[in-house]
């Protein structure tokens, strides 16, 4: 009986020196914003530039050039068909990714090769009105044109180590980038979530997880004119809500996520708790969110989502504070109160008598007259 293969073991994809005019950046990296992806090489360099701290590695690379423990990971472009599956040390492989015209995708180390290109070309800097770069030696120049790099055959078959590295690994992506790899592996590659997992080495139900809060925004994005970039930026904000029992009950989830209809993971009895939901924690464009730290979620949302006063109030007021005290009604909530203020009260009649001055008495009164207007108050109640 053979062996079953598996995508870490055996046939090692061969290392090469690259020149870096054959090494080009990948438009569907999943770091990259949801704007980005698809865009041209120069937007890509753009926004890695804009939002990845490329100076730091520039830095780095000026003085030391290209630390080849690092290689860049890459596919070929336009790989003929017949080679899809070859060996990659077949005499036929080597000779395809060996000739000078053949081209190549870098789907590892974005960050290090639009540096190394901005590094070399004053022409790409000025293009991003880089004014205050290091500039680079002559060895350094020479380093840089030639990159390591191993080379995979094709994206197919680099998947299972970005996934080991970026979402259970040491190098992490972004919350949402993670979610969003995972739901290409499954909706492009034709992958389940069972052999996603598996390939990933995840045994904590992780990729289960990202991809339902990642269809949960879809799902949101299809249904409700919402703003999900806040969304998709604190991405973890919803893992965390989502880990709530009191919260997947609210949406509706079964409580095993694996269980999960992902077409619609929240059913659409309850599709208006999750663009409640949404709201409370980013916001929705038109309110701020009422979430503003994330120990609120785990302290005080998910108590409120139980309660249909509590509720009812926050949806009206979008006031956390005042939603919470009323999760066990608003009667304990009242009575709550009133403990709270004669206690506090009390504290002060010890004290009171060495601070007779007209500020306190000012106080005193307007404290009496409230006293007066809730008796007033529950007496005519109870008449």
Not at 287 to 308: G, Q
Request: glycine share 6%.
């Amino acid at each position: 009986m053979a062996k079953a293969e598996i995508s870490g073991h055996g046939r090692k994809r061969p290392q090469l020196d690259l020149r870096i005019t054959q090494l080009h950046l990948d438009s569907e990296n999943p770091r990259l914003p949801e704007e980005a992806q698809g865009k041209t090489e120069p937007d890509l360099r753009r926004t890695l530039y804009e939002k990845f701290f490329l100076d730091e590695l520039a830095e780095s690379m000026a003085r030391n050039g290209y630390f080849d423990e690092e290689p860049l990971v890459a596919i070929p472009q336009k790989l003929p068909a017949g080679l899809k599956k070859a060996d990659p040390n077949s005499p036929e492989f080597r000779k395809f990714i060996d000739k000078d015209s053949t081209q190549f995708t870098v789907v590892e180390g974005n960050r290090r090769l639009a540096t190394a290109q901005l590094l070399l070309d004053a022409g790409r800097r000025t293009e991003l009105r880089i004014k205050h770069w290091p500039s680079i030696s002559d060895e350094v120049t020479d380093d840089l044109r030639v990159l390591p790099a191993i080379v995979y055959a094709t994206r197919a078959e680099v998947i299972p180590y970005l996934g080991v590295r970026h979402i259970v690994g040491i190098q992490k992506w972004e919350s949402y980038a993670k979610a969003r790899y995972i739901a290409k592996m499954v909706e492009e590659e034709g992958r389940s979530l069972k052999e996603v997992g598996e390939s990933m080495g995840d045994k904590q139900g992780s990729v289960n997880k990202n991809y339902l809060c990642y269809r949960m925004l879809e799902q949101a994005a299809d249904a409700y004119d919402l703003d999900l970039r806040k969304a998709q930026k604190d991405f973890s904000l919803l893992l965390l809500a989502v880990g709530q029992g009191n919260i997947k009950r609210f949406l509706g989830l079964p409580k095993k996520t694996a269980d999960t209809d992902f077409g619609e993971p929240v059913p659409q009895d309850h599709s208006s708790n999750l663009k409640n939901l949404i709201s409370w924690v980013f916001g929705d464009g038109r309110y701020s969110p009422v979430i503003k730290e994330s120990r609120d979620i785990t302290n005080y949302l998910t108590h409120i989502v139980t309660s249909a006063e509590a509720l009812e109030y926050l949806e009206g007021t979008r006031d956390l504070g005042g939603a919470y005290d009323r999760t066990d009604g608003e009667e304990k909530m009242v009575l709550r109160y009133l403990a709270t203020a004669n206690s506090k009260l009390e504290s002060a009649l010890g004290i009171a008598h060495r601070h007779k001055t007209f500020e306190v008495i000012g106080q005193v009164e307007k404290c009496e007259q409230t006293v007066k207007s809730l008796l007033k108050t529950v007496r005519e109640e109870n008449d």
